[in-house]
């Protein structure tokens, strides 16, 4: 008898529909890159879908840096108890 309680993120339907609404709500944000108007500074700002992508290279980024300074920055498990 199994009495632990099934949360909505357990099932993988869910799941689908989810990641589908996600989907949608990128493919919808990335086509207002079509209806508004922006005031950039620089050229490369007008490029399509600048923004996403931008967004996820610094994202990526900073994970990638956060893994190195994890090893320059990390101590023992013990590193606090006393001797």
Same mark, same amino acid.
């Given at each position: 008898?199994?009495?632990? +309680?099934? !949360? /909505?993120?357990?099932?993988?339907?869910? %799941? +689908?529909?989810?990641?589908?609404? $996600?989907? /949608?709500?990128?493919?919808?944000?990335?086509? *207002?890159?079509?209806?508004? !108007?922006?005031? =950039?500074?620089?050229?490369?700002?007008?490029?399509?879908? $600048?923004? @996403? %992508? $931008? @967004? $996820? =290279?610094?994202? *990526? =980024?900073? &994970?990638? &840096?956060?893994?190195?300074? #994890?090893?320059?920055?990390? #101590?023992?498990?013990?590193?606090?108890?006393?001797?």
């Amino acid at each position: 008898m199994n009495n632990e +309680k099934k !949360h /909505w993120l357990d099932d993988r339907a869910n %799941i +689908k529909k989810l990641l589908h609404w $996600f989907y /949608w709500m990128c493919a919808a944000l990335l086509a *207002t890159d079509f209806v508004f !108007h922006r005031h =950039v500074l620089h050229a490369w700002e007008n490029l399509f879908g $600048f923004y @996403g %992508i $931008f @967004g $996820f =290279v610094a994202c *990526t =980024v900073l &994970v990638l &840096v956060a893994k190195e300074m #994890r090893k320059a920055l990390m #101590r023992r498990e013990d590193y606090y108890d006393d001797q």
